[in-house]
Nanobody, 119 residues
Framework: QVQLVESGGGLVQAGGSLRLSCAAR????????MGWYRQGPGKQRELVATITSGGRTNYADSVQGRFTISRDNAKNTVYLQMNSLQPEDTAVYYC?????????????WGQGTQVTVSS
C-alpha cells in the first residue's frame, strides 16, 4: 500500500501563488507516475498535471504556463507550483500515484487539499 500525504492548500487572492506538496509513503517502488487532479464545486474531477519517475510532464491546457509540477524522487515527493491563480482554479486538489505491482496496475489517492482563489 501507498499513503499520499498532501499539504499546502489555502486561500489566496487572484493573481497569487500557492505550492502544493504530496509525500508518498509505503511501497514506493510500485509507483511510476505521480500527479495532481482537482474537483471544483459542481464539477467532475479533472487532470491538472502529471510527472513520471523519469521527469516527463503533462499538463491540462487550462494550467499550461501557470502551473509547474516537479518531483523529488529521493524524498518520494511531488510538488505543484501554482502561479497566476484565478477564481476558476478553486477546487479540492488531489494527489495521485499510479504504477504496478507485478502485472497489476495500482492507483492511489490523497485525501485532498482545498485551494480557494478569491477575486
Amino acid at each position: 500500500q501507498v499513503q499520499l500525504v498532501e499539504s499546502g492548500g489555502g486561500l489566496v487572492q487572484a493573481g497569487g501563488s500557492l505550492r502544493l506538496s504530496c509525500a508518498a509513503r509505503g511501497l514506493i517502488g510500485s509507483i511510476n507516475t505521480m500527479g495532481w487532479y482537482r474537483q471544483g464545486p459542481g464539477k467532475q474531477r479533472e487532470l491538472v498535471a502529471t510527472i513520471t519517475s523519469g521527469g516527463r510532464t503533462n499538463y491540462a491546457d487550462s494550467v499550461q504556463g501557470r502551473f509547474t509540477i516537479s518531483r523529488d524522487n529521493a524524498k518520494n515527493t511531488v510538488y505543484l507550483q501554482m502561479n497566476s491563480l484565478q477564481p476558476e482554479d478553486t477546487a479540492v486538489y488531489y494527489c495521485n500515484a499510479q504504477g504496478s505491482r507485478g502485472f497489476l496496475p495500482v492507483m492511489y489517492w490523497g485525501q485532498g487539499t482545498q485551494v480557494t482563489v478569491s477575486s
